[in-house]
C-alpha cells in the first residue's frame, strides 16, 4: 500500500527554520523520485523541490533556491525539506509526492508527473 504521510509543520516567524519530513512505505520510497509542492489558497499547486530515485540529484524552485534543501534518508525510508530564512510568502500547505519508476537521476518538477500524494501539511510564516 502506497503511503506519503507528511509532518513537521506549523507556525514560526520570519526568519525562523521548520523541517518537514514525508515518510513513504518502503517499496514508493525505494521505487520513486521524490517531490514537494506547495499551495497556497486560492493559487495553484507549484513545485518546490525534488531529488532523484538515487538521491545523487536534487532541483529547487528559484523562489526557495539557497533557502531550503531537500533529502532523503534510505534507512528510514523518509524525505526531508529544511527550510530556513522562512519568509512569508512561504505560507502555504505543503506536499509530498512520488514519482514512480523514473529513471536514476532524473527529476520531475510538474504535479501530472507525481503518482502519490500525501495529505499536506500547514506551513505559517508570521512578519
Known amino acids: 500500500q502506497v503511503q506519503l504521510v507528511e509532518s513537521g509543520g506549523g507556525l514560526v516567524q520570519a526568519g525562523g527554520s521548520l523541517r518537514l519530513s514525508c515518510a513513504a512505505s518502503?517499496?514508493?520510497?525505494?521505487?520513486?523520485?521524490m517531490g514537494w509542492f506547495r499551495q497556497a489558497p486560492g493559487k495553484e499547486r507549484d513545485f518546490v523541490a525534488a531529488?532523484?530515485?538515487?538521491?545523487?540529484?536534487?532541483g529547487y524552485a528559484d523562489s526557495v533556491k539557497g533557502r531550503f534543501t531537500i533529502s532523503r534518508d534510505s534507512a528510514k525510508t523518509t524525505v526531508y525539506l529544511q527550510m530556513n530564512s522562512l519568509k512569508p510568502e512561504d505560507t502555504a500547505v505543503y506536499y509530498c509526492?512520488?514519482?514512480?519508476?523514473?529513471?536514476?537521476?532524473?527529476?520531475?518538477?510538474?504535479?501530472?508527473?507525481?503518482?502519490?500524494w500525501g495529505q499536506g501539511t500547514q506551513v505559517t510564516v508570521s512578519s
Open positions: 518502503e517499496r514508493t520510497f525505494r521505487t520513486s523520485a
Open positions: 531529488i532523484s530515485k538515487s538521491g545523487s540529484n536534487t
Open positions: 509526492a512520488a514519482d514512480e519508476n523514473l529513471s536514476y537521476g532524473r527529476l520531475s518538477y510538474f504535479p501530472r508527473e507525481y503518482d502519490y
